[in-house]
């Protein structure tokens, strides 16, 4: 990627100097003919970057030569798709999913050009969607755009993995790990999961998985509920303890090696509680349901479902989430 983004450069930056070589000054009858000697010179920056890249050779990547390429293709075909089944069936309600807003976060970080680039491409996917809706069908469709979390940038990464295993609580022989507990990351949080270590052992462990660099918050199963999240009790896959990195970090599975932090395998990350500004989900409502102008407070995620379920009239009936009457006709 780095490689061929300083051949980009080079091939803009040889391009322009060879445009200011043409630079000229005289009357408009002697511009217009260069002009006739150089139909070339006219044209606007665009169009020369794209004469630049053809001039240069084009190749095709397939999905299998890039899984970024596979997010844009799977977005595309869930636009396509969804545009068709507007069309074809009128559905009451209808889920949609787009993945590259994602991807290029995680690879560029948030708030990069390539994350802007993610938002302005889906953005443009649910515009072809909404106009896809068949006549009249806008005055009475209501829309709802959100995600599932933000994003925060990582510049290092956190190994608990090797610290267990440096304190003797954690082996790995022929790729499978045993011992007393591991830890399993998901980027801006992790878990610790007892193995064959009594409830004890992997206390003491928590508590030295704590004090690692970038560690910033360690809950142990007693304190779920004010995360909002079941325990071991209640669910067999529930880790015993909980942790997170703080902004900047973001938590690693590696076991092998020394070191215990490292560069980390992407720049952007989720995971971490909302309390970061920049980790808040995104919620947007429009449409003939929706009041307008109704700027709201922070929300919940469990809130979304019975709000969009109040939009078309069902009542989920005892569940966690509020509908948000405020946002609603």
């Not at 780095?2 to 408009?28: C, M, P, Y």
């Not at 019975?306 to 966690?320: C, Y």
Request: proline fraction near 6%; aromatic fraction near 6%; include cysteine.
């Amino acid at each position: 990627m780095d490689n061929g983004k300083s051949v980009f450069e080079k091939l803009i930056k040889d391009d322009r100097a060879a445009h200011e070589q043409k630079l000229w000054r005289g009357t408009f009858l002697d511009y217009l003919e260069r002009v006739r000697e150089d139909p070339s010179l006219p044209k606007l920056a665009h169009s020369r970057l794209y004469d630049v890249i053809i001039k240069n050779g084009t190749s095709d990547i397939l999905e299998g030569d890039d899984p970024r390429v596979k997010r844009l293709y799977k977005d595309e075909m869930v636009g396509s798709v969804a545009a068709h089944v507007v069309r074809r069936h009128e559905p009451d309600l209808l889920l949609l999913h787009f993945l590259c807003v994602d991807s290029l976060q995680h690879l560029h970080g948030p708030r990069s050009p390539e994350a802007y680039w993610a938002l302005e491409y889906v953005d443009g996917l649910i515009g072809r969607l909404l106009g896809a809706l068949p006549a009249g069908a806008l005055d009475h469709t209501t829309v709802f755009v959100l995600s599932d979390h933000g994003f925060l940038p990582s510049t290092r990464e956190i190994r608990p993995n090797v610290r267990l295993r440096r304190l003797g609580a954690l082996r790995v022989e022929a790729g499978k790990i045993t011992g007393e507990a591991r830890f399993v990351m998901n980027h801006g949080a992790g878990a610790l999961y007892r193995l064959d270590g009594d409830v004890g052992a992997v206390t003491r462990l928590a508590r030295e998985l704590e004090k690692m660099e970038g560690v910033s918050g360690m809950w142990p199963a007693a304190q779920y509920a004010a995360l909002g999240l079941p325990t071991p009790e209640d669910h067999r896959q529930v880790a015993d303890v909980m942790f997170e990195a703080a902004p900047g970090y973001a938590f690693g599975d590696d076991a092998a090696g020394d070191d215990e932090h490292g560069p980390p395998k992407f720049a952007g990350t989720h995971g971490q509680r909302p309390i970061y500004a920049d980790n808040a989900a995104f919620f947007l409502a429009a449409g003939p349901d929706i009041k307008r102008g109704v700027r709201l407070p922070t929300i919940r995620s469990r809130d979304v479902a019975p709000t969009i379920a109040a939009s078309l009239g069902i009542d989920l009936g005892p569940v966690e989430g509020v509908t948000l009457q405020q946002v609603l006709n």
